[in-house]
């Protein structure tokens, strides 16, 4: 009789993140084209009009990429987080908390020149989103509570609390029942630099090179490392555990807090439900994939940005957008699985 | 054929380019101790590991009761009565006692645990409840119950890698009991690693000794080898070196005033007015069985325990105020006991641990150059002769001894001023012994003041040029290293001082 075991590999491929993320797309492609199959549509014609409705023009490529800027912010955020060893599953409260900020700074001042006063949002959604982590931080630190909780606490808080502004203090009256706050002025939208694609874009690849930069490059990402790794050791280097992680939590956050910020600048406009389509939550799904690496995040965001567009059009001819769902979930779930096979093996072993 | 109750034939494992095991023979007879000897990174652990089914081989046979097994995993081998004691513990700290022993699904004492429990912890001269968790037990007791797991899931050959590097040479002679009685009476049979020739001959029947992936003797009478044999054997060559002592001593580098600690929640005083002064060029030895207070005395000057009372001066510069960084700007050293865990940080890449000390230093700003930390582990790895995969990899996978020589060699390579050495050379082998302490001598030579802590007598007496006894919490005795003998010192240690 023949048995089947497992056993762990002493050596795993460098590469191993990128074929699995490979392969596991490939899956989730395979998964989808069933899916469409069931319902008796053709694959090849959806996922083709899906890439040209995603990347065939100047005008679909810089919504793909307009749609990147969230998913990539806030899985840089999250990467951040994790070089302590921590999990920030609230990055989706953190850009609600980023927008409302910036709704806040806005009303509340008053700056003549459009670009100090983007400036100055900008800033605010940053500030916002550590924020919206400083609770969350401030008692992993000094009680030691488990950030997966605390963090996806504050996304249903801060959700009520803006479902509160859109409904009372800010609701605009011109709005009339649909609830959201009143329009931000045009003079702080923020520009375009090629078709629709917004400056916001540019900003990303800044904090792509700064997250890398900070992870990987720099002084703080060794200590982070070195308290991630043993907190006994980091006392011993000298190096503070606790604030190490405080401060990555709250860069992190603001990492998520800016993304909230852009989209409210380039995209919305005004602070309503709609500042974000559970980007917090597949920005945990990106950043996973990539095995926490800034620049495989930047490449899996902006596919994973081309993915909701191309769900988002291919509605029009009766498909259902949740196919691009389908497919960024099946991506994880077969990395992960494709993962698992780089890091153990399966046997045959014969029983007599 | 029939005689042995395991038969390892030509095993084979390779780890990347690293031959750890090259066509390996090995023989367990039933009820008897063997005896594993070779140096640090010569295959022991790989060997064990094969046998308790945890890597596998690429080659090879194992025959188990003369049936020849086609593929062994944990589970199988757990089944065919093979227990390992891993070099690290693997125990669960929150645990209870009775829950760690009792966790395996073979567990043989379901019923009457407490019968069984009293029966071993009178075998193994234990004398805690088994309701204790993990966490609150001495390092000794948790070896302890290391091996009664063994016990409890009825395993009837037991793999011993190194078990006494961390006990006191009292728990070290306790043990030599305890297994005795477990080979005769209960017919285990039993395989202990160590580096000491010392217990090698006092532990086991039969030695085995390897040396870089090879078997280079099997199955040698103990009795009838001498210490000679066996060093040649693991060695290749033998250099015993005399240390000079006539080295002279300079200012005064560290000095301690009247320092006191207080463990808060039992007030209980675990360093009771210590006092000592260590000059340029000299090597404090401290004596004294682990846990009267020694790793609290090297934390404290180290800077990472801060709430005591007393003075710490380093180059007559008061820091007892000061924390880890400022002392190492003042160039102290620390080598902490805890190699995995304290001194390296499990899961981080070799890189990243060779830097630990010294990356404030070298940094630019908030940059830390790839090239120059590269650079850095390169005249590490150079200096010391370590051996590492790659400079990315995650630090456990290098062997015990290299990670030591790691971790020594990043705390020296700076020419530190002031060095605290504790435990330096726990668990290595005899030529990376020699290795170390030629280079604490060297360091001594070049002007560092030295405080060695080390359980090891033959260590303290080779190196030190004075010696302090430390028993519970106080420095009981003091000796000139010429007036010092091995009798005096250990009754000292005991608490005996007349
Ligand atoms: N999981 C692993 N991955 C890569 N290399 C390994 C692994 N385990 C062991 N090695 C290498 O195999 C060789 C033998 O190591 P092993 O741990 O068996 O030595 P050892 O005799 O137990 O040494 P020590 O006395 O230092 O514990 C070493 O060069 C080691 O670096
Ligand atoms: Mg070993």
Redesign the interface.
């Known amino acids: 009789m023949n048995n089947l075991k497992l056993f762990k590999r002493q050596t795993v491929n460098e590469l191993s993140t990128f074929y699995s993320f490979l392969i596991g797309f490939i899956i989730a492609i395979f998964i989808g084209s069933i899916i469409l199959l069931i319902q008796d549509k053709s694959p090849i014609d959806t996922f083709s009009l899906m890439l040209r409705l995603s990347v065939g023009s100047i005008n679909s490529l810089s919504a793909s990429l307009n749609k990147a800027i969230p998913l990539i912010l806030a899985g840089l955020g999250i990467s951040i987080i994790n070089s302590v060893k921590l999990w920030n599953i609230g990055a989706e409260g953190q850009i609600f908390l980023g927008a409302i900020a910036v709704n806040f700074i806005y009303i509340n001042t008053q700056i003549n020149s459009p670009s100090i006063h983007i400036f100055v949002l900008l800033v605010a959604g940053f500030v916002g989103g550590s924020l919206c982590i400083l609770i969350p931080a401030i008692t992993k630190v000094v009680f030691g509570v488990n950030e997966i909780i605390t963090t996806l606490l504050t996304n249903y808080i801060v959700f009520g609390v803006t479902i509160f502004l859109i409904n009372g203090p800010w609701k605009d009256p011109k709005s009339l029942n649909f609830p959201a706050a009143a329009y931000v002025g045009e003079e702080v939208f923020l520009p375009t630099i090629i078709g629709k694609l917004s400056f916001g874009f540019l900003i990303c690849i800044l904090f792509t090179i700064l997250a890398h930069y900070l992870k990987n490059k720099s002084v703080f990402g060794f200590e982070m490392r070195i308290a991630g790794g043993s907190a006994m050791t980091a006392v011993y280097a000298g190096i503070n555990a606790k604030q190490k992680a405080f401060i990555a939590m709250l860069i992190g956050g603001g990492f998520a807090g800016l993304a909230g910020a852009i989209e409210l600048l380039s995209q919305t406009h005004r602070v309503s439900t709609g500042i974000s389509q559970g980007f917090g939550y597949t920005a945990i799904i990106v950043a996973a994939i990539t095995g926490m690496r800034p620049l495989g995040i930047f490449l899996v965001g902006s596919l994973f940005g081309a993915l909701s567009i191309g769900g988002s059009v291919i509605q029009t001819i009766g498909v259902s957008a949740y196919i691009a769902d389908i497919i960024q979930a099946s991506t994880l779930f077969g990395a992960l699985i494709i993962q698992f096979f780089f890091t153990y093996q399966i046997k045959k072993v014969e029983n007599d | 054929m029939k005689q042995y109750i395991l038969e390892a034939k030509n095993i084979s494992k390779t780890?990347?380019n690293v031959k750890a095991l090259e066509n390996v023979n090995f023989y367990l007879r039933k009820g008897k101790i063997h005896g594993l000897l070779g140096e640090n990174g010569a295959g022991k652990s790989s060997l064990m590991n094969i046998l308790s089914g945890i890597?596998?081989p690429e080659k090879g046979s194992i025959f188990i009761n003369n049936v020849k097994q086609?593929?062994l995993?944990p589970e199988?081998a757990s089944e065919l009565g093979i227990g390992m004691v891993h070099q690290e513990f693997r125990l669960i700290e929150s645990f209870s006692i009775e829950d760690n022993l009792t966790l395996s699904k073979s567990n043989i004492y379901q019923n009457n645990f407490k019968e069984a429990y009293e029966k071993y912890s009178e075998i193994f001269s234990l004398s805690v409840k088994p309701e204790k968790t993990i966490s609150q037990l001495s390092v000794g007791e948790k070896q302890k119950i290391e091996i009664m797991k063994l016990i409890f899931k009825d395993s009837k050959i037991m793999l011993l890698d190194e078990p006494t590097a961390v006990l006191t040479p009292q728990e070290t002679d306790q043990l030599r009991i305890s297994l005795g009685t477990l080979s005769e009476e209960d017919e285990k049979t039993i395989v202990l690693i160590s580096h000491k020739l010392k217990e090698i001959r006092e532990f086991t029947e039969k030695v085995f000794v390897m040396k870089n992936g090879k078997m280079v003797a099997e199955e040698l009478s103990t009795k009838d080898v001498t210490d000679d044999n066996l060093i040649e054997l693991m060695m290749g060559n033998i250099q015993k070196s005399i240390i000079d002592k006539s080295n002279t001593a300079g200012d005064t580098k560290l000095s301690i005033k009247s320092l006191e600690y207080v463990d808060k929640v039992n007030n209980f005083k675990i360093l009771d007015n210590i006092n000592l002064e260590i000059k340029a060029g000299e090597i404090i030895g401290i004596a004294g069985v682990s846990g009267n207070g020694q790793v609290e005395l090297a934390n404290i000057i180290?800077?990472?325990e801060v709430d005591y009372s007393g003075k710490i001066l380093i180059n007559n510069k008061d820091v007892s105020r000061r924390?880890?960084?400022s002392r190492?700007k003042l160039n102290l050293s620390?080598i902490?006991e805890?190699r995995l865990?304290?001194?390296?940080?499990?899961?981080?890449s070799v890189l990243?641990n060779s830097?630990?000390?010294d990356?404030?230093k070298t940094?630019l700003g908030?940059?830390?150059s790839?090239s120059k930390t590269e650079n850095y582990l390169e005249s590490l790895i150079n200096k010391f002769s370590i051996k590492a995969p790659n400079s990315?990899a995650e630090i456990s996978t290098l062997s015990g001894g290299n990670m030591q020589k790691l971790l020594m060699g990043r705390e020296l390579i700076s020419n530190p001023e002031v060095i605290i050495a504790s435990q330096p050379t726990r668990g290595l082998d005899v030529n990376a012994v020699e290795a170390i302490h030629n280079l604490l001598v060297e360091q001594r030579d070049k002007g560092s003041a030295i405080l060695m802590i080390s359980e090891d007598l033959d260590e303290l007496f080779k190196l030190s040029n004075r010696i302090h006894v430390m028993f519970e919490g106080k420095i009981v005795k003091s000796f000139n290293i010429d007036d010092a003998d091995i009798n005096n010192v250990g009754l000292a240690m005991a608490g005996i001082v007349e």
């Open positions: 780890f990347g890597y596998q086609k593929s995993d199988s180290s800077g990472i924390g880890v960084r190492k620390y902490p805890n865990g304290v001194g390296l940080a499990p899961g981080v990243d830097i630990v000390r990356y404030f940094r908030p940059h830390l790839r990315k």
